[in-house]
């Protein structure tokens, strides 16, 4: 293989991911994100201005990646509900992501060590969370177009071409939009103008890039702003002392340092937990000790600074300085900044033919993890029950359990999760109304109201709680406590169409004509066949036979598009 020639490196990669992420071709949906973003979406049954309107600017579970929402869209319209072309799409994106990556490492060297490299990155088993799992598409996209805007960036500053400018900030903007993490782009781009830089030309390049990327960084504050004010609207910021963010930074930094080098067990969700203080203290004085020397190899070694501070930099989102969610770390989280881990590895000039055989193994070895790595997200059960294996006192994996079996309707393996998840978190809200929910299934209404009197002491404006209350209550003929309590869950939830087609289903007691109201605010937020055919029915109880069959009609055509196969459905 001559390691000058592109096209044998993109088929060495290429061929090497495909071996190693093989199993995820087989692989089904998980009940985890996915029914979200690719089965049950809202947004999905809106057409036109409508649905753009819907990508651009309302709240996506707390995101703002409307470039990731047209790729599933479009990706649902072509290939329907087959997981199968859904996990080759996303392996085919990390594919381009790896080569894109081997083509910014050779921008300054080509030779096999580069290859190595690259080879290294695109098959470490913590990128596997990223590729296998369907909604974490957004972070293959971000990156696809963040190396984009970074090559063409570097093609700027070598022909000062303002097209080349221009280009890499839209492809920075695409990539923002796609996923918030890529908002440290700009400081990427300050990074590589240290590569070859000496003495007090390095402050004086830096000033210049600094100015000329006042409009990257204008785009980082505000997505970035943007981002945590959706957060904050879904209540996922979790709010703690400067002191305990220090401490959750630290021991970030030191867990995604080891995970790089150790990387087992590796699992979707770590809960939160305290490290010792030596552990902090030890973490804390290691990381200052490395980010000294790697600065004082700036101008001998400019890619270990380079590459440390790339990885350093590009955690800052996700690191902990802003907590979201109950989670410690996340696997995803290192897609981006282990290119900067790896990309030290450059600072050799002539590695010798033992290391570059050394890396050969590693990268062997590390292909064999993914590749069994891989097989963890078969399913939803093997995957929840990997998490279970390897993690301590994992109460949201046993809640996410709890609700995935009483989907499947079986009660018991439901109860046994949602009771461990009340053992180490006695006041924990969801699994309150999860277990309401089993009791009104069991009718055993008194045991589910007495759950959701406990909820409601707590947590007075749960939404979900007061929706379950109107229900038990429309069950039992209690019409009146059914307005009220529906009234409070439309109220505190006014863009769940659930809650608006249950206050229908109580105003029809009466036979009121509020139940059009509803019905029809219920399509506006997700139109869906069953939906309009409720409507139909109630046009056709009152007499009103034309309306009626004009939505008999719509929710025929919203069914078809529902049970919609995709294009390669059809031609299949």
């Known amino acids: 293989m ?16 495909f071996i190693a992420y093989l199993p995820i071709i087989t692989n089904g949906f998980v009940n985890l994100d996915d029914p979200y973003y690719l089965l049950d979406h809202a947004g999905w049954s809106r057409k036109g201005w409508s649905l753009l309107h819907y990508f651009f600017f309302e709240n996506q579970a707390g995101n703002w990646h409307p470039v990731t929402m047209m790729d599933l869209y479009v990706e649902r319209w072509l290939f329907g509900t087959n997981p199968t072309l859904h996990h080759f799409s996303s392996l085919c994106w990390h594919i381009a992501n790896s080569c894109l990556f081997f083509q910014l490492m050779a921008h300054w060297r080509r030779d096999v060590w580069v290859l190595l490299l690259t080879l290294l990155w695109c098959l470490h088993p913590v990128h596997v969370e990223s590729v296998a799992w369907l909604a974490e598409r957004k972070n293959l996209l971000s990156t696809f177009f963040m190396l984009l805007a970074v090559l063409s960036w570097l093609r700027f500053t070598s022909t ?24 440290t782009t700009p400081f990427i781009l300050l990074l590589l103008e240290l590569v070859h830089a000496s003495g007090i030309e390095v402050w004086q390049k830096l000033k210049k890039t600094l100015v000329q990327l006042l409009p990257f960084f204008a785009v980082s504050f505000t997505v970035s702003l943007t981002t945590y004010l959706l957060q904050e609207h879904v209540d996922a910021v979790v709010s703690s002392s400067l002191r305990d963010r220090l401490l959750f930074v630290l021991t970030n930094y030191g867990i995604y340092t080891s995970q790089i080098l150790y990387p087992f067990p590796l699992t979707v969700f770590y809960p939160a937990s305290q490290s010792g203080a030596w552990v902090l203290v030890s973490t804390g004085l290691l990381l200052a000790a490395s980010s000294a020397w790697a600065l004082l190899k700036l101008f001998k070694h400019p890619w270990l600074s380079v590459g440390w501070l790339w990885f350093l930099g590009t955690l800052v989102p996700v690191v902990g300085f802003v907590q979201a969610g109950h989670q410690q770390h996340a696997d995803r989280y290192l897609y981006l900044p282990l290119m900067g881990f790896v990309m030290m590895g450059m600072s050799l000039n002539k590695p010798s033919k033992n290391l570059q055989t050394l890396l050969v193994f590693i990268a062997c070895v590390l292909g064999l993890l993914t590749h069994f790595q ?19 006192d994992n109460w949201p994996i046993h809640l996410y359990s709890a609700n995935y079996w009483l989907g499947k309707g079986q009660v018991n393996r439901s ?8 053992r180490l978190q006695p006041r924990q809200s969801r699994a309150l109304i999860l277990k309401a929910h089993i009791y ?30 109107a229900w038990l209550a429309w069950q039992d003929d209690r019409i009146d406590e059914a307005i009220a309590a529906s009234e409070r869950a439309v109220e505190l939830s006014p863009r769940d169409p659930e809650a608006w087609i249950l206050r229908a289903r109580v105003f029809k007691e009466l036979y009121d ?3 059009v109201t ?33 939505e008999y009609e719509r929710a025929q055509q919203q069914a078809r598009w529902e049970s919609w196969p995709g294009l390669t459905g059809l031609w299949l």
């Open 2 to 17: 001559n390691p000058r020639r592109p096209i044998q490196a993109y088929a060495v990669i290429a061929g090497s991911c």
């Open 440 to 469: 009104a299934d069991l009718n055993r209404t008194k045991d589910a109201e007495n759950v959701l009197t406990s909820v409601l002491k707590d947590h007075h404006d749960h939404a979900e709680a007061w929706y379950l209350k």
């Open 374 to 392: 891989a097989k963890v997200w078969r399913n939803t059960e093997t995957l929840y029950q990997h998490a279970l294996n390897h993690t301590k």
């Open 415 to 422: 109860l046994r999760h949602l009771n461990e998840v009340l």
């Open 513 to 515: 004509p509020k139940v």
């Open 518 to 550: 509803c019905l029809k605010r219920a399509i506006d937020l997700n139109d869906q066949s069953r939906i309009r055919f409720e409507l139909a029915e109630w046009y056709r109880a009152i007499g009103e036979q034309d309306l009626a069959d004009r």
């Open 160 to 183: 000062h071409s303002r097209k080349s400018y221009a280009l890499s900030w839209v492809l920075f903007v695409l990539a923002a939009a796609s996923k918030a993490m890529v908002v």
